[in-house]
């Protein structure tokens, strides 16, 4: 079991089982585990860790006669290339590179091999943390998947027939693997809560993710995989992975997905005031991306930036543009119950700040100060608050204080943004990365605002070199461009500069898009990658109409992975358990809209059937070849749009929304 990465010599945790018929049961062994721990790990630890094999090994019966059994351990301080402690558990077959410099023997009789598992020193510190039931779970998982033969030759027949497929097997397996190892230890004597410990402890760790996020992985999110194996809260880790979920749209900016997916948290759990906030945050950032430029330049403010939403919930297109009045209020009445049931909510406090900064009749500019004044203070005093929400809140409040002229205390505010999000990495391929953008910009833009209200030679160039910062990496379709490129002629002009024209920031702006999560079909049912398939389907069901009609059928025999052929839509839906593609092959398909980054930036419809020039003009050439739900065709994958799309004769011929790891094993010969 990997924890985020997974090494790529052991792509046999990835692909499709397929065991021989003839295979013979072994019965439970009486031979001891041997078990080898390096010079790093302490003795009781060693001693701890061949106490747990045992005992499980002796409760299993091992179904094939690919592996002896019992398995070899193995405990040592993995490194990764950089010289870091890895959190690693895996199961594997004897030999490889893995095993050089252990005391290992591979002796097996003909036709089997013999099976290893391998534990880390930092899993063990981590998470195991000397708790036999914990390392009960994870070994037992492990040997899961010797038991199933995940490890073995057959475990690398590929009949997957396309990328999604492929990892979608990878990920049954964990589940299969979950399963059997909680029966294991249950088998053994273990009790089931404390074993369900270790998987609480991955995600109190912060190593687990959304199931959206999760579909980039060869392993699904901690929340789903205890749906299988913690049935009596089934319920709670459904909502659970909605409130993750829900986290991923904020960051990539879906709001009205956000919106749907908080929904659904505060029916189940109305007294979370993490998931209230969030819904209210969702609507308001729907509310702001609805503005026109002239509105928010009627408001007289500076640059709003979205990024003040909780991430963890510790208690448990739209059809017009312009001021939606109706959408405000809903965003503030779910502000409000979270403050209801959390005085001190910090986010809330500050997202009710900026609602009234942008109120429909014109902005309440002393309230929202005094909401976001309060936030600021609660923010400074909450060392656990994410960097990223603190930073959101200080840019804010300056927003708010220079709104009133007081450009020396909006300054300081910037200033503490500054160091805040000089601590966010906004790493490459993560939905963030949009919200550490949001959050530059709005710095860049606001001291370029607060300095070209101070009139010398001085304030003024810094103006308009902050303006020209702002203007280079934004979308010249944002609502906030042109009101800064306005504002940087000006500040030019006070210094006898000459400034650069809009053509040549079009010309030099690389457009990024909004991560795409899934459709809405022509009765209204969202479907969310993600989301889980039987929830999808009650809904398009209830909806009704012709889109609703479908086809359920196995992809391929034996596993998990289903197609929902929604045939009079033109449109297929992979999925296990989960939704992991959506597949638009059709002219009668739903249109897909996709979006800029930035709030109120600029929107485009891709279609199956329009030409290839029309794509290139929108999406550009930053895509790679993958083979993404057939291997008999290339496709170009967008990948942080998470579009895959197949050409055919100059024309676009399927769209599919899709997630798929970084990971590549077949190099596709046609586009």
Known sequence: MNIKQRMGSFIA???????????????????????????SISASDCQMAERVANKLASVITLEHSLHTWPPDLYIHDQKDENGNPMLNAFAHACGGDIDEGMPHDCTAPEGSTK?????????LDDVVQGDESRLALIMGHEMGHITSGHTTPYAYRLMAESEVGFYAFGRQQEIISDIRGTQYGLAAGYSLEKMLNAFYKFIDLDLSYSSFEGLGYS?????????????????????????????????SEQYAVATNLFRSVVAQFPDSYEAQANLGYAQLMDYLDQLEPADIQ??????????????????????????????????????????????????????????????????DKAQAKQYLLEAVALAQNDPSMDSRAKAAIFINAGVAEMAEGLLQDSFNHMIAAETELNMVSGFAG????????????????????????????????????????????????????????????????????????????????????????????????????????????????????????????PVIENTDLHDYSFYLAGTSIFATQEVLSVQMYGTSSPKLTVQESGLGAKSYTLSV?????????????????????????????????????????GLVAELVVTQIPYQQFWEPEVE
């Not at 929340?223 to 299988?228: G, I, V």
């Not at 003040?308 to 059809?319: D, H, I, L, N, V």
């Not at 902050?466 to 203007?471: G, M, Q, R, S």
């Open 13 to 39: 945790l990835l692909v499709l089982l397929v065991l021989p018929q003839n295979v013979v049961a072994q019965a439970p062994s009486t031979t001891s585990v041997k078990t080898y721990c390096d010079s």
């Open 115 to 123: 099976p290893h598992v391998h534990f880390t020193k930092k899993i």
């Open 219 to 251: 392993h699904p999110s901690w929340e789903e995989r205890l749906t299988f194996i913690d049935e009596d809260r089934v319920g709670l880790w459904r909502s659970m992975m909605a409130f993750k979920t829900g986290v991923s749209m904020l960051a």
């Open 298 to 363: 009627a408001f007289g403010v500076g640059q709003i930036v979205v990024g003040a939403f909780t991430r963890r919930p510790e208690s448990m297109e739209p059809a017009m543009r312009g001021i939606n009045t109706g959408l405000w209020f809903q965003a503030t009445t779910s502000l409000q119950s979270a403050l209801r049931l959390n005085p001190s909510m910090a986010e809330a406090k500050a997202n009710l700040g900026i609602a009234y900064l942008v109120q429909p009749n014109g902005g």
């Open 430 to 553: 993560s939905p963030d990365r949009v919200v550490r953008g949001e959050l530059e910009a709005g710095l860049y833009y606001n001291t370029a605002l607060i300095l070209s209200k101070v009139n010398n030679a001085e304030a003024q160039t810094g103006a308009a070199d902050y303006f020209h910062a702002y203007l280079s990496g934004q979308s010249p379709s944002s609502n906030w461009w042109q009101l800064a490129y306005n504002q940087y002629v000006l500040a030019c002009k006070a210094i006898g500069r000459t400034p650069n024209t809009v053509s040549s920031y079009q010309k030099s702006h690389v457009t990024t898009f909004r991560t795409l999560s899934g459709i809405t079909f022509e009765n209204g049912t969202q479907v969310t990658l993600g989301q889980p398939v039987d929830e999808f389907i009650n809904d398009m069901t209830r909806r009704g109409g012709d889109s609703a009609a479908y086809l359920d059928s």
């Open 609 to 649: 059937g329009m030409p290839i020039a029309d794509l290139d003009r929108i999406l550009g050439s930053n895509w790679e070849k993958r083979l993404v739900v057939d291997f008999s065709a290339g496709y170009r994958f967008y990948r942080d749009l998470g579009l895959a799309v197949r050409i055919q004769d």
